[in-house]
T-cell receptor, first 114, second 114 residues
Framework: AQSVAQPEDQVNVAEGNPLTVKCTYS??????LFWYVQYPNRGLQFLLK??????LVKGSYGFEAEFNKSQTSFHLKKPSALVSDSALYFC????????????FGDGTTLTVKP | NAGVTQTPKFQVLKTGQSMTLQCAQD?????MYWYRQDPGMGLRLIYY???????DKGEVPNGYNVSRLNKREFSLRLESAAPSQTSVYFC?????????????FGPGTRLTVT
């Protein structure tokens, strides 16, 4: 079975400060890891993914994430937060053997204050 | 290129009524998925279709049926709606047989069962 934990329901940061949204996972085999963002009353949008290769992956809107196999983590980061980054963020995991079924975390609400 | 479209956007049903949620994608993706999103519970997979002609149960299939009508379309049916099915429903697609592993989501259907 595969699972994802996002330990923080809410993350608050000031505009211009760095932000981190945490994600840990459990999976049998090699993980495919994803971050998605959801703005109010919208569907989820893909931000970035780790499939293989460099542990640091860069995605849309200046976000990046670091894959850490030993800690089974895939934390989302951004060096300088914007008010417009305020949204609901989901981490997801799948493997290459389960027909694309992804397991999503419960989500973390990011609030960036001016 | 519309991506993933869903109809209707909103629906109110009485307990016991039936309805079908429609989903279509124009990205030539093989795999399609239905999720429900409830507050604090992330996204839960209802049914998925790895490829045209196949469907499988996800995490919460009870009370739902699906049809993969063709490669583009994947519908979700509630035969006898219950208040516990009040939720926001998202359809998604991906192409797990290429490097496009991420999922693309529709805008959602907000369903209320009274």
């Amino acid at each position: 079975a595969q699972s994802v934990a996002q330990p923080e329901d809410q993350v608050n940061v000031a505009e211009g400060n760095p932000l981190t949204v945490k994600c840990t996972y459990s999976v049998s085999g090699n993980p495919y890891l994803f971050w998605y963002v959801q703005y109010p009353n919208r569907g989820l949008q893909f931000l970035l993914k780790y499939i293989t290769g460099d542990n640091l992956v860069k995605g849309s809107y200046g976000f990046e994430a670091e894959f850490n196999k030993s800690q089974t983590s895939f934390h989302l980061k951004k060096p300088s937060a914007l008010v417009s980054d305020s949204a609901l963020y989901f981490c997801a995991v799948r493997t290459n053997t389960n027909a694309g079924k992804s397991t999503f975390g419960d989500g973390t609400t990011l609030t960036v204050k001016p | 290129n519309a991506g993933v479209t869903q109809t209707p956007k909103f629906q109110v049903l009485k307990t016991g009524q039936s309805m079908t949620l429609q989903c279509a994608q124009d990205m030539n993706h093989n795999s399609m998925y239905w999720y429900r999103q409830d507050p604090g519970m992330g996204l839960r997979l209802i049914y998925y279709s790895a490829s045209e002609g196949t469907t499988d149960k996800g995490e919460v299939p009870n009370g739902y049926n699906v049809s993969r009508l063709n490669k583009r379309e994947f519908s979700l049916r509630l035969e006898s709606a219950a208040p516990s099915q009040t939720s926001v429903y998202f359809c998604a697609s991906s192409d797990i047989f290429t490097s496009t592993n991420e999922q693309y989501f529709g805008p959602g259907t907000r369903l209320t069962v009274t």
